[in-house]
């Protein structure tokens, strides 16, 4: 291996934390991190097909100029030089964002979603656009436009969704972090499934604008109450970076939050004896593969041994929320704009569940009805996280399976629908709560499985506490899925 090849590995399993600091000192330059980068891109990305819209050109063209800023001793912002892939859901001005639908495969926005704007602030170096399902409306990541996203850990299989092309990128070091949006476990979904930490912090934390906010663009304008836009990172300490530059108010979304009386990064520090944490392996009615429940179990038990905490196993006891779920979904989508773009493109033009999402008459009821489930899981979780600093869940109810399907139909010998193995991730945007995926292990055929920590309302401190605890007990920074490590990158 050249000295070259042997830096462009080192920078492409560097850290966001290491590679910002790296930079600012001048150990390396911008340039060379992008081109590492890049590089890994042209290798890996025609396997995996994280990106749909990769931007090379623009890349460059933001490290030149930030390298020219650090060179002169100008000030610069934390994230200078370090790249980061943009989920294609969020709007980023001049760069295609087609949501993963035909009918915006030529959209070029004309404005950046607010974290776009914050990284560019920060200077971070935009990579593309990271692939996703029509409109996210999936928990997998292949739709009409784009070769469907191929999970690094096992090519044959989804990388889940619907930050599908975030999570790929990241987990095969096409940049250290991504940006995830996540309406009933975007983040945490791919997270489980790539083996990295997804962070959904607290609903109104980070704004959301244009993306659930702009009533010009069906489809994109919907999940308002639902969505969180996050990080998608290797490590803990990448996702608190990512948070303290794309979370704060913002009058463009009115559930935005006032700034935190925390430091993103501070709340990292400190150890959890004596916490009060619950688990629920199934929420008392979810199917649940036994690899899962072994690995996941096994997790837990270090938060008892080693990490000092008190666990107690509980079921929450809330009504079966999925079919509200889909109808909230429902509610909060232009269905009058899309159905009319349904009719204009065809239905062959549209993936097939969204279309029978589409052409479903939703009732009042069904909408009322599904508010109402609601209030009762917030009343539930609310009582319940009184009594607890944590909740432990497995992020997701089967490891990764394979590409082309939306799930399977049989989970522990028990038939569900396809969609059934999300149980654990959309209360929790029901809820608003704080909740991350971590690693918890992987299979004995070396498939990711995801942890889910949660917090109590408006605890993000916690949740990262927590999280880096858990990281530093039983770390997974240096673990790398073959298609990395079998090439020699």
């Given at each position: 291996?050249?000295?070259?090849?042997?830096?462009?590995?080192d920078?492409?399993?560097a850290?966001?934390?290491?590679?910002?600091q790296?930079?600012?000192?001048?150990?390396?330059?911008?340039?060379?991190?992008?081109?590492?980068?890049?590089?890994?891109?042209?290798?890996?990305?025609?396997?995996?097909?994280?990106?749909?819209?990769?931007?090379?050109?623009?890349?460059?063209?933001?490290?030149?100029?930030?390298?020219?800023?650090?060179?002169?001793?100008e000030?610069?912002?934390?994230?200078?030089?370090?790249p980061?892939?943009?989920?294609?859901?969020?709007?980023?001005?001049?760069?295609?964002?087609?949501?993963?639908?035909?009918?915006?495969?030529?959209?070029i926005?004309?404005?950046?979603?607010?974290?776009?704007?914050?990284?560019?602030?920060?200077?971070?170096?935009?990579?593309?656009?990271?692939?996703?399902?029509?409109?996210?409306?999936?928990?997998?990541?292949?739709?009409?436009?784009?070769?469907?996203?191929?999970?690094?850990?096992?090519?044959?299989?989804?990388?889940?969704?619907s930050?599908?092309?975030?999570?790929?990128?990241?987990?095969?070091?096409?940049?250290?972090?991504?940006?995830?949006?996540?309406?009933?476990g975007?983040?945490?979904?791919?997270?489980?499934?790539?083996?990295?930490?997804?962070?959904?912090?607290?609903?109104?934390?980070?704004?959301?604008?244009?993306?659930?906010?702009?009533?010009?663009?069906?489809?994109?304008?919907?999940?308002?109450?639902?969505?969180?836009?996050?990080?998608?990172?290797?490590?803990?300490?990448?996702?608190?970076?990512?948070?303290?530059?794309?979370?704060?108010?913002?009058d463009?979304?009115?559930?935005?939050?006032?700034?935190?009386d925390?430091?993103?990064?501070?709340?990292?520090?400190?150890?959890?004896?004596?916490?009060?944490?619950?688990?629920?392996s199934?929420?008392?009615?979810?199917?649940?593969?036994?690899?899962?429940?072994?690995?996941?179990?096994d997790?837990?038990?270090v938060?008892?041994?080693?990490?000092?905490?008190?666990?107690?196993?509980?079921?929450?006891?809330?009504?079966?929320?999925?079919?509200?779920?889909?109808?909230?979904?429902?509610?909060?989508?232009?269905?009058?704009?899309?159905?009319?773009?349904?009719?204009?493109?065809?239905?062959?033009?549209?993936?097939?569940?969204?279309?029978?999402?589409l052409?479903?008459?939703?009732?009042?009821?069904?909408?009322?009805?599904?508010?109402?489930?609601?209030?009762?899981?917030?009343?539930?979780?609310?009582r319940?996280?009184?009594?607890?600093?944590?909740?432990?869940?497995?992020?997701l109810?089967v490891?990764?399976?394979?590409?082309?399907?939306?799930?399977?139909?049989?989970?522990?010998?028990r038939?569900?629908?396809?969609?059934?193995?999300?149980?654990?991730?959309?209360?929790?945007?029901?809820?608003?709560?704080?909740?991350?995926?971590?690693?918890?292990?992987?299979?004995?055929?070396?498939?990711?499985v995801?942890?889910?920590?949660?917090g109590?309302?408006?605890?993000?401190?916690?949740?990262?506490?927590?999280?880096?605890?858990?990281?530093?007990a039983?770390?997974?920074?240096?673990?790398?899925?073959?298609?990395?490590?079998?090439?020699?990158?």
């Amino acid at each position: 291996m050249t000295t070259d090849q042997t830096m462009g590995q080192d920078i492409c399993r560097a850290d966001a934390v290491t590679l910002a600091q790296d930079i600012r000192r001048k150990r390396v330059s911008p340039t060379e991190v992008i081109e590492a980068v890049l590089d890994r891109m042209d290798r890996l990305d025609p396997t995996l097909h994280a990106f749909c819209t990769p931007a090379p050109d623009q890349a460059r063209a933001a490290a030149r100029r930030v390298e020219n800023a650090v060179m002169s001793g100008e000030d610069v912002g934390v994230l200078a030089g370090v790249p980061v892939g943009i989920k294609d859901l969020v709007c980023t001005k001049g760069l295609r964002t087609t949501s993963g639908s035909r009918i915006y495969a030529d959209f070029i926005p004309d404005e950046d979603d607010v974290v776009v704007e914050r990284l560019k602030h920060a200077d971070a170096i935009v990579l593309g656009k990271t692939n996703v399902p029509e409109f996210g409306y999936s928990g997998v990541g292949h739709n009409m436009l784009f070769p469907a996203t191929r999970n690094p850990w096992d090519t044959s299989r989804t990388s889940g969704g619907s930050s599908a092309g975030s999570g790929a990128a990241v987990a095969a070091g096409m940049g250290p972090f991504a940006i995830g949006s996540d309406g009933g476990g975007s983040i945490r979904i791919p997270s489980s499934f790539c083996g990295l930490v997804g962070i959904k912090a607290s609903m109104g934390r980070v704004p959301l604008y244009p993306g659930t906010k702009d009533e010009r663009y069906p489809g994109v304008s919907s999940w308002e109450s639902l969505e969180h836009i996050g990080p998608m990172s290797r490590t803990v300490a990448d996702g608190a970076l990512m948070l303290s530059v794309i979370a704060g108010p913002d009058d463009r979304d009115r559930f935005s939050l006032p700034g935190p009386d925390f430091d993103w990064s501070d709340v990292l520090q400190g150890d959890l004896r004596g916490r009060r944490v619950a688990y629920s392996s199934d929420w008392g009615y979810a199917a649940v593969d036994p690899a899962v429940r072994r690995i996941v179990g096994d997790a837990v038990r270090v938060f008892a041994d080693d990490l000092g905490c008190i666990v107690e196993e509980v079921t929450p006891g809330w009504p079966h929320p999925y079919e509200a779920f889909w109808a909230i979904v429902a509610n909060e989508t232009d269905l009058t704009g899309l159905r009319r773009e349904l009719d204009r493109i065809g239905e062959e033009n549209m993936t097939p569940h969204v279309v029978d999402f589409l052409r479903r008459p939703w009732t009042a009821e069904e909408f009322t009805d599904a508010l109402m489930v609601r209030k009762a899981v917030n009343n539930t979780m609310w009582r319940l996280m009184r009594q607890y600093d944590l909740l432990l869940t497995p992020t997701l109810a089967v490891p990764p399976f394979e590409i082309g399907i939306q799930g399977p139909t049989v989970i522990d010998g028990r038939e569900v629908e396809p969609f059934e193995w999300l149980h654990f991730t959309y209360p929790l945007n029901f809820t608003g709560q704080p909740a991350a995926s971590v690693p918890a292990g992987w299979t004995e055929d070396g498939l990711p499985v995801g942890l889910q920590i949660i917090g109590r309302h408006l605890d993000d401190p916690a949740v990262l506490r927590a999280a880096a605890a858990f990281e530093a007990a039983a770390p997974w920074k240096d673990k790398w899925p073959g298609i990395v490590t079998d090439t020699g990158l």
